[in-house]
């Protein structure tokens, strides 16, 4: 089997708050450390109560200061947000602190809606058009190559591990032109994950940092003693996801039982279709899905997303997918 990471929104619970979320990441992050886990990563999203890692480098901190050798990464950091000088700073920040244990997953799209621009007075849309230039002026600020007129203190030189994120195909044909890693979120975008891998394998160009296509898949997991106990933890994934798509998002929300029973048909077939991407049972079920998810996409690392309203459970979660696959 191939390699596992992990990937964390450090999510709110009702009833719990930022602190609490903050706390329990690092914990999880110590948690796939111990269980053999190759990377944890946090993904960027902004204005969403139930979701505190907004501030990736801050958060990347924090995770970092909590375990000793899991690589740990932005999956990723919107980069339209951002200014590239100020993402090698800060990158490097985290190089320097944590030496060659950071990843710098790079997406486009803003992780918010349109109101987020008017609160960075940013005209995202068009952030977003300079998107390929902003990669690769980020890169030759850590890198040096080609050599800038300004260099970035902490960034230059930094060991840090880039990846090129995507949803669609345009990140698939961006990061073949640019020889990099490539990490496709399937666990919430499924629909072009076949036609991505094959266009980002077809079209890579080999470059100095990256010899060979290299690619990660992301999918929803969570794992319990048996089907039953797993399907019931991710009746709060399920109503997070109803609830974002329902344009009313919030906290994460305990488990209801036959919660899926409940939805009118439309909605019910918006989630299965969105949640396709997903292992979720007991460890045989969870290993046989990891399974045929490996063997359809040929993916080299897998990344586990999902959440559970009880923290212990996530990290449980882990546990036992990592031995499923042992």
Do not use: C
């Amino acid at each position: 089997m191939v390699s596992l990471s992990v990937l964390d929104l450090v999510t709110v619970r009702e009833g719990g708050s930022v602190g609490d979320a903050l706390h329990d990441a690092a914990a999880l992050a110590q948690t796939a450390e111990a269980a053999g886990y190759k990377r944890f990563w946090v993904a960027e999203h902004h204005a969403m109560e139930g979701v505190a890692g907004g501030a990736v480098s801050v958060v990347l901190a924090h995770i970092g200061q909590a375990t000793r050798t899991i690589r740990i990464g932005s999956g990723g950091i919107m980069l339209p947000n951002h200014n590239p000088f100020v993402i090698a700073e800060q990158f490097g920040t985290l190089d320097a602190l944590f030496p060659g244990r950071i990843d710098l997953g790079l997406g486009r799209a803003p992780g918010a809606d349109a109101r987020f621009g008017q609160a960075l007075r940013k005209d995202l849309s068009r952030a977003a058009e300079y998107f390929p230039q902003d990669v690769m002026e980020l890169r030759a600020l850590l890198t040096g190559e080609p050599e800038l007129p300004i260099r970035a203190t902490p960034g230059y030189g930094a060991q840090v591990e880039m990846w090129m994120l995507g949803s669609s195909l345009f990140g698939a044909q961006l990061a073949a032109m640019l020889g990099m890693p490539y990490a496709f979120a399937s666990h919430f975008a499924p629909d072009h994950l076949d036609q991505a891998l094959d266009m980002y394998r077809k079209q890579f160009r080999p470059s100095q940092w990256l010899d060979r296509p290299h690619v990660m898949a992301a999918i929803n997991v969570i794992a319990a003693e048996d089907d039953e106990e797993a399907a019931l933890l991710g009746t709060s994934m399920d109503q997070s996801f109803v609830a974002l798509r329902s344009g009313t998002p919030g906290r994460l929300r305990p488990p209801v039982p036959g919660y899926r029973q409940t939805l009118p048909p439309s909605q019910l077939a918006m989630l299965e279709h969105m949640r396709q991407v997903s292992a979720i049972g007991g460890p045989e079920k969870v290993r046989a899905d990891l399974a045929r998810f490996v063997e359809r996409t040929g993916a080299d690392e897998l990344i586990v997303s999902g959440a559970t309203y009880d923290p212990a459970m996530r990290r449980r979660s882990l546990e036992l997918t990592a031995k499923a696959v042992a």
